[in-house]
């Protein structure tokens, strides 16, 4: 199958799926057909802002349609704020999409957590990603805690890498989910916290979105259920 990803958003991110993309069907043996295009992170941050759905969905269209002209099979947003707008874009898009959001709440139900803490942009922490994480309770920073995990997430994903004084805010943003709000994990719904956490110890169990969606593309990918 030829994977259509929607990528820019960032790019870091964009690099992230595509190695792990990479690596799977190279230990699967497997020829990976892949088209990436480049979509613009400052257009999904002020539409995101603006609770523009729609709008977004119709700037998505265009890059769905190229890949479709790329003789792509499915479409990919690699992004989990992109994913506030998923349900218009799956409307109009002339691609059956992989979708993020059912994927993540299936992972969790069969993880079978208690209660999970979430870190990522304001209003995929505060909505549960949309509303879609159903299968546990959800917990996220609070009041300035809040505020700052935001704040540092975004400015980490426009620019595309980590400051290391932004490692620990997430290490310790995660940590007092963890302790003070019994959350049993963390889940990493902002698509570049892998900047932050992947090849760390930060001290409890976190789960990147951005892999679980990985894996179902290239369950996708090979033909497996």
Do not use: W
């Not at 999409?97 to 995929?124: C, D, H, K, S, Y």
């Not at 709000?181 to 932050?196: C, E, K, P, S």
């Amino acid at each position: 199958m030829h994977i259509g990803l929607i990528g820019g958003i960032g790019p870091a991110a964009t690099e992230f799926y595509y190695r792990g993309l990479v690596r799977a069907h190279a230990s699967a043996v497997r020829p990976l057909e892949l088209t990436i295009v480049h979509a613009d992170t400052r257009e999904l941050l002020r539409n995101f802002a603006d609770g523009a759905a729609q709008k977004q969905a119709q700037s998505f269209l265009k890059f769905v349609e190229r890949l479709q002209a790329a003789g792509a099979d499915t479409a990919v947003v690699t992004s989990m704020a992109g994913h506030f707008c998923i349900k218009e874009l799956d409307a109009i898009s002339p691609l059956p999409l992989v979708n993020a959001i059912p994927e993540l709440n299936a992972f969790l139900a069969r993880q079978g957590f208690a209660r999970i803490g979430l870190l990522g942009t304001r209003t995929v922490m505060e909505t549960g990603l949309y509303g879609g994480i159903t299968a546990t309770e959800f917990v996220h920073p609070e009041g300035d805690d809040l505020d700052t995990t935001h704040a540092n997430y975004v400015a980490m994903a426009t620019a595309g890498m980590v400051t290391e004084e932004q490692r620990a805010i997430f290490f310790s943003m995660g940590r007092k989910l963890c302790t003070e709000q019994g959350a049993d994990a963390v889940v990493l719904v902002g698509t570049d916290l892998f900047l932050a956490f992947d090849g760390h110890d930060c001290g409890y169990r976190a789960i990147d979105s951005a892999q679980v969606h990985i894996d179902a593309l290239v369950r996708t990918s090979l033909g497996e259920s």
